[in-house]
């Protein structure tokens, strides 16, 4: 029979929209603007007395607190105020009342309910231009890295010369590639053998200066492109761990392209300090245990980082400083115990080998130096009103990350074991390599979103989106009538699948991803258009209502499908080529077509089946 759907169809269509209905409806409860309070340390935890105490510092200075929490893992606390505006003040208070040991970030907490939460189901995230925060694109300077890696191979390639006693002259780097003269040509055929198999990453060329035999060394093409790589994974790494001391929600650290990460940080708006804590410089110490009974002026106490052991004697003479360290990686030794390899530039392996080779059986401590946030309050008139006003200086913290036994002698490469399972080997080999970046970064961009500016935002796109809706559900149905009114249905179920896949796949709602919702809107309209148009025409051609019905539908399913591949295929290429706020449209677009096809198609097709389908009608409604 025509226009009938079988059970399983509808079965399917009430299932997806009740999936829909469920994962979407988390983007009803707005989130509660809230402070979020952590130890600056693994040691240090937040516990009911430090949320009591500060849920009072906030009602002293007049700030509404609706809930203060205990995080489910132990590790925080979380601060529910009445009003977005609140928040900074608030965390002023926050940061007042606990000190320079917690961290005290902006957050917004989720009222979901649980059972929602139970099911997976949570809330679009926002964009920074929705939500507010500062923006910044790094650049990442490669030419240099490649310098500074060339120079650490030119000093390992002499040291390698030197310890084979073969005579040579250092000459100026020519585009990039080391230049080393000889004596005579045996001299230069012997040090090109040598090299050739200790290092597999030059292009090694004999040429001739001002009839000197030279050999010229320079990267190969794979070198080259694994160095631009390297540095760009690491300076990423470095960025990130520096921007999880911020202690922002959901902050975003991405590459872009070949040399820039994006950084967008929701929440904060004092773009010197996010500068600060991006820019700042971080080192490490190699430095030997001291001898049982040393005095206090050829040693000196040092805490661990994690807090956990006591203190230890460590000698103030150094062995090196993360300077010399290339590279470090997280791996398993031979019996699978967590370990750290280590490699030095040319100068480290001398200095590590030179120390360590007489002291086997003493530990050795590798001690993180970083750059602490320290926060005073001065006296300030604002507004003719006395304020406390917060200052920020920076104070040096040495700690130690590592204590271990020296095995035998080191040199340029070794190994760091002792260390209490796979984390905390892996965040060693962070840590070793967050010291410094791999290539300097400049700030090519910066960009300050106000919290007001990102609400308004959002009530405007919110506005454009009904007004949309309203205006295209009018015309479709001055136009189709009664079939204008299952478009209509049918568009509100697109707008339900929308949202709910955007809120399973995580993605992020930007205000191009606003304007995508809206255009999938007429998208989905234009879909029905072309059906309702072929149905009427059908009519117009003297079919019947049920056959008329059937044919509008089957060919103008061709129509459809190839229109909205081709805009498919355009958003593919949008987002593949795109920045941040192209990618938010591509991605809003792309999955818009997906649930416009299938309401069109589907929802659609159901509706007119369910009520038209097997009737004996002589007139349609359109």
């Given at each position: 029979m025509l226009n009938k759907y079988p059970l399983w169809k509808y079965v399917l269509i009430l299932a997806v929209l009740a999936i829909g209905l469920i994962y979407s409806a988390p983007n009803l409860y707005p989130d509660d603007p809230a402070i979020q309070v952590s130890?600056?340390?693994?040691?240090l935890q937040v516990n009911q007395a430090d949320l009591d105490r500060v849920s009072k510092a906030l009602n002293d200075a007049g700030i509404n607190v609706k809930a203060a929490t205990l995080a489910a893992n132990g590790k925080g606390g979380l601060i529910r105020l009445t009003k977005q505006e609140d928040q900074l003040p608030a965390k002023d208070v926050v940061?007042?009342?606990?000190?320079?040991?917690?961290?005290?970030?902006?957050?917004?907490?989720?009222?979901?309910?649980?059972?929602?939460?139970?099911?997976?189901?949570?809330?679009?995230?926002?964009?920074?231009?929705l939500s507010g925060g500062v923006h910044f694109l790094l650049e990442v300077d490669m030419d240099k890295a490649i310098d500074a890696r060339m120079k650490v191979y030119e000093g390992d390639v002499k040291s390698l010369l030197r310890k084979e006693r073969l005579r040579y002259r250092s000459l100026p780097q020519?585009?990039?590639?080391?230049?080393?003269?000889?004596?005579?040509?045996?001299?230069?055929?012997?040090?090109?053998s040598l090299i050739r198999k200790s290092f597999n990453d030059f292009d090694i060329v004999p040429a001739d200066l001002n009839g000197q035999p030279v050999l010229?060394?320079?990267?190969?093409?794979?070198?080259?492109?694994?160095i631009r790589e390297y540095s760009i994974k690491q300076n990423l790494t470095t960025v990130r761990n520096r921007v999880n001391e911020l202690?922002?929600?959901?902050?975003?650290?991405?590459?872009?392209?070949?040399?820039?990460?994006?950084?967008?940080?929701?929440?904060?708006?004092?773009?010197?300090?996010?500068?600060?804590?991006?820019?700042?410089?971080?080192?490490?110490?190699?430095?030997?245990?001291?001898?049982p009974g040393a005095s206090k002026a050829t040693s000196e106490m040092f805490e661990f980082r994690e807090g956990k052991r006591p203190p230890a004697q460590i000698e103030r003479g150094l062995i090196i400083t993360g300077d010399q360290v290339t590279d470090a990686k997280a791996g398993f030794g031979e019996h699978g115990t967590p370990e750290v390899n280590i490699r030095l530039d040319g100068h480290g392996g001398e200095l590590m080998n030179r120390a360590t080779r007489s002291n086997v059986g003493r530990s050795m401590a590798v001690i993180f130096i970083e750059q602490?946030?320290?926060?005073?309050?001065?006296?300030?008139?604002?507004?003719?009103?006395?304020?406390?006003?917060?200052?920020?200086?920076?104070?040096?913290?040495k700690k130690i990350i590592s204590l271990a036994t020296i095995q035998s002698p080191l040199g340029a490469q070794f190994r760091i074991t002792g260390l209490?399972?796979?984390?905390?080997?892996?965040?060693?080999?962070?840590?070793?390599?967050?010291?410094?970046l791999a290539a300097p970064m400049y700030f090519a961009e910066e960009r300050t979103i106000g919290p007001s500016l990102g609400a308004d935002n959002i009530t405007k796109g919110i506005d454009a989106s009904l007004w949309g809706m309203l205006f295209v559900s009018l015309f479709i149905i001055a136009i189709y009538r009664f079939f204008g009114l299952i478009a209509t249905v049918a568009l509100g179920?697109?707008?339900?699948?929308?949202?709910?896949?955007?809120?399973?796949?995580?993605?992020?709602?930007?205000?191009?991803?606003?304007?995508?919702?809206?255009?999938?809107?007429?998208?989905?309209?234009?879909?029905?258009?072309?059906i309702f148009s072929r149905i009427r025409e059908e009519i117009a051609a003297g079919m019947t209502v049920q056959r008329a019905i059937n044919e509008g539908f089957g060919r103008a399913f061709t129509a459809i499908l190839d229109a909205n591949l081709t805009t498919l295929l355009v958003g593919g290429i949008l987002f593949a080529m795109g920045t941040g706020p192209v990618k938010g449209f591509a991605v809003t677009m792309s999955l818009g077509v997906l649930t416009s096809m299938f309401t069109a198609i589907m929802v659609t097709r159901a509706m007119v089946n369910l009520i038209f389908g097997g009737r004996d009608f002589k007139k349609l409604w359109i």
């Amino acid at each position: 029979m025509l226009n009938k759907y079988p059970l399983w169809k509808y079965v399917l269509i009430l299932a997806v929209l009740a999936i829909g209905l469920i994962y979407s409806a988390p983007n009803l409860y707005p989130d509660d603007p809230a402070i979020q309070v952590s130890g600056a340390s693994t040691a240090l935890q937040v516990n009911q007395a430090d949320l009591d105490r500060v849920s009072k510092a906030l009602n002293d200075a007049g700030i509404n607190v609706k809930a203060a929490t205990l995080a489910a893992n132990g590790k925080g606390g979380l601060i529910r105020l009445t009003k977005q505006e609140d928040q900074l003040p608030a965390k002023d208070v926050v940061r007042k009342a606990l000190g320079d040991d917690y961290v005290v970030a902006l957050n917004l907490a989720q009222t979901t309910p649980q059972w929602l939460r139970s099911l997976g189901a949570h809330p679009m995230k926002l964009g920074l231009d929705l939500s507010g925060g500062v923006h910044f694109l790094l650049e990442v300077d490669m030419d240099k890295a490649i310098d500074a890696r060339m120079k650490v191979y030119e000093g390992d390639v002499k040291s390698l010369l030197r310890k084979e006693r073969l005579r040579y002259r250092s000459l100026p780097q020519l585009n990039g590639a080391i230049q080393l003269g000889f004596t005579d040509e045996a001299a230069r055929e012997q040090a090109r053998s040598l090299i050739r198999k200790s290092f597999n990453d030059f292009d090694i060329v004999p040429a001739d200066l001002n009839g000197q035999p030279v050999l010229r060394l320079a990267m190969t093409p794979a070198k080259l492109a694994e160095i631009r790589e390297y540095s760009i994974k690491q300076n990423l790494t470095t960025v990130r761990n520096r921007v999880n001391e911020l202690g922002v929600a959901e902050p975003i650290v991405q590459r872009q392209g070949a040399n820039r990460i994006v950084v967008e940080l929701p929440g904060v708006q004092d773009t010197a300090e996010a500068k600060r804590i991006l820019g700042k410089t971080a080192n490490l110490e190699f430095r030997l245990a001291a001898e049982p009974g040393a005095s206090k002026a050829t040693s000196e106490m040092f805490e661990f980082r994690e807090g956990k052991r006591p203190p230890a004697q460590i000698e103030r003479g150094l062995i090196i400083t993360g300077d010399q360290v290339t590279d470090a990686k997280a791996g398993f030794g031979e019996h699978g115990t967590p370990e750290v390899n280590i490699r030095l530039d040319g100068h480290g392996g001398e200095l590590m080998n030179r120390a360590t080779r007489s002291n086997v059986g003493r530990s050795m401590a590798v001690i993180f130096i970083e750059q602490r946030p320290v926060t005073t309050y001065v006296k300030q008139v604002v507004d003719g009103v006395e304020k406390d006003v917060a200052v920020q200086t920076f104070k040096e913290e040495k700690k130690i990350i590592s204590l271990a036994t020296i095995q035998s002698p080191l040199g340029a490469q070794f190994r760091i074991t002792g260390l209490n399972g796979q984390g905390e080997s892996s965040e060693l080999a962070l840590l070793l390599r967050a010291g410094g970046l791999a290539a300097p970064m400049y700030f090519a961009e910066e960009r300050t979103i106000g919290p007001s500016l990102g609400a308004d935002n959002i009530t405007k796109g919110i506005d454009a989106s009904l007004w949309g809706m309203l205006f295209v559900s009018l015309f479709i149905i001055a136009i189709y009538r009664f079939f204008g009114l299952i478009a209509t249905v049918a568009l509100g179920v697109n707008m339900v699948l929308l949202l709910a896949l955007m809120s399973l796949l995580g993605a992020t709602l930007t205000l191009p991803g606003i304007a995508g919702i809206v255009l999938t809107m007429g998208m989905a309209v234009d879909a029905n258009v072309l059906i309702f148009s072929r149905i009427r025409e059908e009519i117009a051609a003297g079919m019947t209502v049920q056959r008329a019905i059937n044919e509008g539908f089957g060919r103008a399913f061709t129509a459809i499908l190839d229109a909205n591949l081709t805009t498919l295929l355009v958003g593919g290429i949008l987002f593949a080529m795109g920045t941040g706020p192209v990618k938010g449209f591509a991605v809003t677009m792309s999955l818009g077509v997906l649930t416009s096809m299938f309401t069109a198609i589907m929802v659609t097709r159901a509706m007119v089946n369910l009520i038209f389908g097997g009737r004996d009608f002589k007139k349609l409604w359109i």
